[in-house]
């Protein structure tokens, strides 16, 4: 097979049984086993199994589907041929997904931790490590962040997009929807926003009028001191 393929491309892998001499073994239609050295094909399983035909075999329906690196043996009984060393690279991408989601809670004021990750990923969820032109724009489902926009953006390197100083200022639970174009979205578990540390005390009404003794409307048991 080629060197370097796109994870889910069908791997052609054809070859021969043969003789010491290099002459191909038509009297031969023994089962040829490709093995992988780690993770698995397509068919979830880390072997692949075809019959001879008069000395020839081909594995027309073999793929994998992850994106690395990978060795593959093929063998015949006893008969070994060299390692096939084969690179799968992420396929066209499909969707985004949250490498690192937002945190299930926060802080009223303060910037989420950690930054949330999103990666534009094919359909197998390898990362589109060729993406480092596109936008993600992850959107509030209520509310607005800190800048008072309900949605905020990062440019994708690499094929991931990092927030890092994602902040909302109103208590709530919230969820976060990840975009970017014509990709399927990505939307995040809920996220809740709690009381930042007391700072203040705030009056919310304050009394007009009242009368010496008597307990002031609107603020508790207030008394004049004796």
């Known amino acids: 097979p080629a060197a370097t393929v796109a994870a889910g491309t069908t791997l ?14 038509t009297t031969d239609n023994s089962q040829v086993v490709l093995t ?23 594995f027309t329906s073999t793929a994998i589907n992850l994106a690395g690196a990978y060795a593959i043996s093929v063998t015949s009984g006893s008969l070994a ?8 690279t992420a396929a066209a991408a499909s969707k985004v997904g949250y490498l ?36 993600v724009t992850l959107t ?9 926009s309900k949605s905020a953006t990062a440019s ?7 927030f890092e100083s994602l902040v909302i200022n109103k208590v709530g639970a919230y969820t976060l929807r990840a975009t970017n174009g014509s990709l ?3 939307t995040s578990g809920t996220l809740t926003i709690s009381p ?16 010496i003794n008597t307990s002031l409307s609107g603020l508790a048991n207030l008394m004049p001191m004796a």
């Open 36 to 58: 992988l050295n780690t993770g698995k094909f397509a068919s979830g399983s880390n072997t692949a199994a075809t019959a001879a035909k008069n000395g020839l075999f081909s």
């Open 12 to 25: 052609a892998i054809k070859g021969a049984i043969q003789d010491a001499s290099g002459n191909v073994v």
């Open 156 to 162: 994708v390197t690499n094929g991931l997009a990092t």
């Open 184 to 186: 399927a979205s990505a």
């Open 196 to 211: 930042a540390a007391a700072t203040q005390v705030v009056i919310q009404k304050s009394p007009t009028t009242g009368k």
């Open 81 to 88: 041929d060299p390692i096939i060393n084969v690179n799968v």
């Open 140 to 148: 509030l489902n209520t509310g607005t962040f800190a800048s008072g």
């Open 100 to 135: 690192t989601a937002p945190p299930a809670t926060g802080s009223a004021g303060e910037t989420l931790s950690p930054a949330t990750v999103v990666a534009v990923q094919d359909r197998f969820g390898n990362v589109v490590l060729a993406d480092s032109s596109t936008v």
